[in-house]
């Protein structure tokens, strides 16, 4: 089992943990609902953020010349972070022996925790160790600082890393609407950052969605995105992974497997297309009415409407997030579409 601690005084600040892969909506935004939204990690799991996260942060205009790419960032942001590396995530009900500090507690957030920096402070010799984040329209969260916390035990913790075929049995995706007919914020988030990567890996040609219920997640955006003014030789999108038919489009929307953060290995020339595995399990699997037993793919033509009569919104902060690390972005006709989201500040997206 994995169990992180307090680099000063030793005390364990975790239950037993297995690592995951970083959610695509882990800093998601959604909306200003009531109160914030379920915790981003499953129970006894654990994920690692590899770049810099949180304050401080540093302007875009104060960068040297170059220094943003250094960074792996492609296109302006308002500002970077300049915070540690390795920032460990934790559902809130995996914490142990950490208390939230109220003199540590900033006042940007609005009814919750926004989590600017380390509100959290360790029990035993009151070192700030991590930063409680449950402010409304935000997934819960707790993420332990690398400056003051550490592995103090490492092994394969309470979940087991399943391989393919497993997923699909165990772990069947999430529905498209939340219970108030809405698109489920995941679907926003992970649409968003697929579609980063799609138009990315487009290249700026034409793309072609045989398939009505991908088509009906990225047309009407990618008609508003890129219009009819792209022209060239039309590039297919199909999905592709665990249990498909091998893919035989241009582009494929291929899996990121939810522990371990890989995609789905294709053949080349066929180009991948990060989706998050509970949308992808979804749309490749999910029938109405269930089929008993094994999921067994049936036509895609044959099937309704994920979300009868409203568009997928993508989430604007997320899609621009993921597109500024891309270093295709800096294309002319990419980098207009991203530069859309300049008089917000990046923080939010016409689509
Ligand atoms: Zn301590
Ligand atoms: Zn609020």
């Known amino acids: ?6 680099r000063t005084c030793g005390a364990a600040l975790t239950a037993p943990v297995s690592r995951v892969a970083l959610p695509v909506h882990t800093r998601q935004k ?23 996260s949180g304050s401080p942060w540093r302007r875009w205009a104060d960068l040297e010349a170059g220094e943003a ?33 109220p003199s540590l507690v900033g006042d940007s957030a609005c009814c919750g925790l926004g989590g600017g920096k380390p509100n959290m402070v360790c029990v035993t010799c009151g ?64 649409a968003a950052s697929a579609l980063a990567h799609l138009l990315a890996a487009s290249g700026g040609d034409p793309i072609l969605i045989p398939d009505h219920r991908v088509a009906e997640i990225f047309r009407p955006t990618l008609d508003r995105l890129v219009g009819p003014a792209s022209t060239g030789p039309e590039r ?32 080349r020339p066929v180009k991948p297309v990060p989706l998050a595995w509970d949308v992808w399990a979804h749309l490749a699997f999910h029938r109405d009415p269930k089929p008993v037993g094994r999921p067994v793919p049936i036509l895609p033509e044959a099937l309704p409407a994920l979300l009868p009569g409203s568009r997928l919104k993508p989430d604007g902060q997320i899609f621009l997030s993921v597109l500024s690390r891309l270093p295709k972005v800096k294309q002319l006709w990419l980098r207009a579409i991203y530069d859309r989201g300049r008089p917000y ?3 939010y997206y016409p689509f």
């Open 236 to 267: 297919a999108l199909f999905l592709a992974g665990p249990g498909l038919a091998a893919a035989d489009g241009d582009l494929a929307l291929v899996p990121e497997h939810p522990q371990t953060g890989e995609l789905w290995p294709l053949a």
């Open 69 to 101: 790419e250094e960074h792996g960032w492609y296109a302006p942001r308002f500002s970077i972070s300049d915070g540690p590396a390795g920032q460990v995530l934790l559902a809130p009900g995996d914490v142990r022996g950490a208390v939230i500090d």
């Open 127 to 190: 070192t700030p160790v991590a930063t409680r984040i449950d402010d409304c329209g935000r997934w819960q969260a707790v993420w332990l600082d690398p400056r003051t916390t550490s592995v103090i035990e490492i092994g394969p913790g309470p979940h087991p890393t399943l391989d393919w075929t497993d997923l699909i049995d165990q772990r069947p995706g999430i529905p498209p609407s939340t219970p108030d007919g809405n698109w489920h914020p995941i679907w926003e988030a992970a």
């Open 1 to 6: 089992m994995t169990v992180l601690g307090c």
């Open 345 to 347: 500040n990046y923080s």
């Open 30 to 52: 959604y909306h200003n609902g009531p109160g914030s939204l379920d915790p981003v990690l499953e129970p006894g799991t654990y994920a690692v953020d590899p770049l810099p």
